[in-house]
């Protein structure tokens, strides 16, 4: 059997996209082997301002995945975006049920970082990010940040591939996808 998975409708090439799910998403999965068993770790990854082929991350110390942060390692991060299961019920033609989703997946190697001020500028960076409208800024002088850094593990992602995959069933009839997407905004 000769098939192409994901079958390339589901594909989305569009690299602004693309960035733009990471951009509003960031919670990602992180996927680090140790070996040949993987850890996955729920963790914010922000665009490097000045580079969007890296990610910013960090990680609790006590956290397995921790150990494993290591330069040139490969790692895999899951960008999910929104996803929902689609009822036969809501399309206008006979039809199974499925679930539609956006996802970004990101492979990358990593770096660790082990100057504590360049963790503590990359977590500034991180809350820059996550505060777009300036309401709340980490100060450099806050006692709890340098109580924190020897207990977190920075790391960038200099990104090698990046693969989205938006199923929203551009494989039905316009007016299934319409009448799908109708009872989603419900």
Do not use: C
Not at 13 to 19: G, H, I, S, V, Y
Not at 57 to 76: F, K, M, S, W
């Amino acid at each position: 059997m000769s098939s192409s998975y994901p079958p390339p409708h589901y594909n989305e090439p569009n690299r602004e996209a693309q960035l733009q799910l990471m951009r509003e998403q960031p919670l990602a999965t992180f996927i680090v082997a140790d070996g040949d068993q993987p850890l996955a770790t729920p963790l914010p990854l922000v665009l490097a301002k000045a580079d969007t082929l890296q990610l910013l991350g960090h990680l609790d110390a006590n956290n397995p995945a921790a150990d494993l942060i290591q330069d040139g390692r490969e790692v895999l991060a899951i960008f999910h975006g929104p996803n929902a299961y689609i009822s036969p019920t809501d399309y206008t033609t006979k039809q199974l049920p499925t679930y539609n989703y956006k996802q970004v997946f990101v492979s990358g190697t990593l770096r660790r970082i082990v100057d504590l001020a360049a963790v503590q500028m990359d977590i500034h960076e991180l809350v820059r990010a996550m505060e777009p409208e300036g309401n709340w800024d980490l100060q450099a002088d806050d006692p709890r940040i340098a109580a924190l850094l020897p207990q977190i593990v920075g790391f960038r992602i200099n990104i090698n591939s990046i693969s989205g995959r938006f199923k929203l069933s551009q494989d039905k009839r316009a007016a299934d996808r319409t009448a799908a997407a109708d009872k989603l905004m419900q």
